[in-house]
């Protein structure tokens, strides 16, 4: 505990600092009311170099055909393990303390020859070297509001958590539930679109997609299938966790989401990831997250945590699955105040076996603004039944998480304590405590 302490006070004291101002004399100029708001975009339309805080430094030709944007953000994080020991597999059980720098990204966005084909090249330097380092990488054309085009590498439309970034989370990382259900990255195509309806917004997205995963190619002919809806009755509800700003007017969105792809059992389980005769990256199966969190108790390697990753061997050699997973989830903010959840349903069925596999989870989160724009408390709950024909393997997380935010989420630190029960089949259950420490600097 002494050393998560150090390492603590380390990291809070390299990052605090004042806060970063983006005004320029033209938006004083504005909020005082000197010029209008035509004026301000007169002024500043010309101008072939700009930076806005969290979104970099943009270049813009003179006829505003062509912008590019380029920014970026860094995690350096600290994690103590306080790991639970039972008799059989105390030894390889032992407490961690882990220094590393969890995301490291780039990312050049803008748009081309119209302002109504836009496009985004994100990279995580901390995957360079693998497939995995180019995340998103799309053009976007704009027909009409309703209706927009995407072509590219993307995030699945899966989750609301998975969709937002990793930049605007309330706590350090996504809840367990989350981790267990989302697709990850997937090459393909997809139709979006803004449409009003009675009191509010309907947005969707329908979408195909190769079905292998982030940054690769699929085999053979299984595709995935992809949808997703939300209601946003009081307004535009952005996929950004906290209420920071502590909003006056209520915001409110429910949305749904399907996902269908079909998989190829292989012959052997016996390496992580290598449940499938194609190479995949789809999360819900390969998904695993580094020492020492939510990693199965009694091993030393990286697992999957994927429902479907977990439980492969429920089907028989080389047989097709067809798995088929549904999502709803509902956001909240007002007044300092942010509440989100979700609910999730996977199901797989072997094509040859006829055997079923169903597993759910779900998370509720609320967060408050103790001090309005600055000092963020919040509380989540996460669980994930991975085969609810089976009794004892629940995944559960009580998590705490304390945020102070010197500019938004442009640059903050976050504190956060987390509970990890486990339960095993053949073993105790285990109960972890981890704690961890993140700051975090946009430019």
């Known amino acids: 505990m002494k050393i998560f302490v150090a390492g603590a006070v380390l990291l809070a004291t390299a990052f605090i600092g004042q806060t970063v101002s983006a005004k320029t004399l033209e938006d004083v100029l ?48 600290y994690t103590f393990a306080d790991r639970d020991s039972d008799n059989t597999v105390a030894s390889l059980r032992q407490d961690v303390s882990q220094f590393r720098v969890r995301r490291a990204k780039f990312v050049l966005s803008g748009h081309a020859f119209t302002k109504d084909l836009t496009y985004k090249v994100q990279t995580e330097f901390t995957n360079s070297g ?32 998975w969709l937002n970034s990793a930049w605007a989370l309330e706590f ?11 697709a990850g990255r997937d090459i393909g195509v997809q139709l979006l679109g803004k449409i009003p309806v009675y009191c509010g917004t309907l947005n969707y997205v329908v979408a195909g997609f190769g079905g292998a995963g982030q940054s690769l190619l699929n085999a053979d002919n299984n595709n995935a299938l992809n949808a997703r809806v939300v209601y946003n009755p009081l307004g535009e509800m952005p996929y950004i966790e906290g209420d920071i700003d502590v909003s006056e007017k209520p ?37 695993s997250l580094l020492f020492p969190s939510r990693q199965f108790p ?21 047989e097709k699955v067809d798995v088929n997973t549904l999502s709803a989830d509902v956001a909240f903010k007002w007044m300092g105040v942010y509440v989100q959840g979700e609910y999730y349903y996977g199901q797989g069925e072997g094509q040859t076996s006829d055997r079923f596999l169903r597993a759910q989870g779900g998370y509720g989160q609320i967060g408050y603004m103790i001090i309005p724009k600055h000092l963020e408390a919040a509380y989540r709950f996460s669980i994930v039944d991975p085969n609810t024909a089976v009794g004892g393997d629940m995944h559960i997380e009580n998590q705490g998480a304390i945020n102070y935010y010197f500019n938004n ?26 704690y961890k420490l993140q700051a975090q600097l946009m430019f």
């Open 409 to 434: 989420h442009y640059l903050k630190i976050q504190a956060e304590i987390t509970n990890a029960h486990q339960q095993q089949a053949s073993n105790p259950a285990t109960n972890d405590m981890i």
């Open 130 to 161: 693998n497939a995995t380092m180019l995340e998103d990488a799309w053009m976007n054309y704009k027909i009409i509001d309703e209706a927009q085009i995407r072509g590219g590498q993307d995030k699945v439309p899966f989750s609301r958590q």
């Open 30 to 77: 504005k909020e005082k009311g000197v010029i209008t708001e035509a004026d301000f975009k007169e002024v500043t339309k010309s101008k072939p170099v700009s930076y806005k805080i969290g979104k970099g430094f943009t270049l813009m030709s003179p006829d505003q055909k062509f912008s590019l944007t380029i920014g970026g953000y860094l995690q350096p994080r």
């Open 298 to 318: 009694s091993s030393t390697t990286n697992v999957p945590n994927g429902w479907l990753g977990q439980n492969i061997a429920r089907f028989i050699a080389n």
């Open 172 to 182: 350090i990382d996504r809840s367990n539930a989350s981790d267990a259900f989302y």
């Open 251 to 287: 915001l409110f969105a429910i949305g749904a989401d399907y996902y269908g792809n079909t998989f190829v059992r292989n012959a052997t389980t016996t390496a992580a990831g290598a449940g499938f005769t194609e190479a995949t990256n789809v999360q819900f199966i390969t998904n």
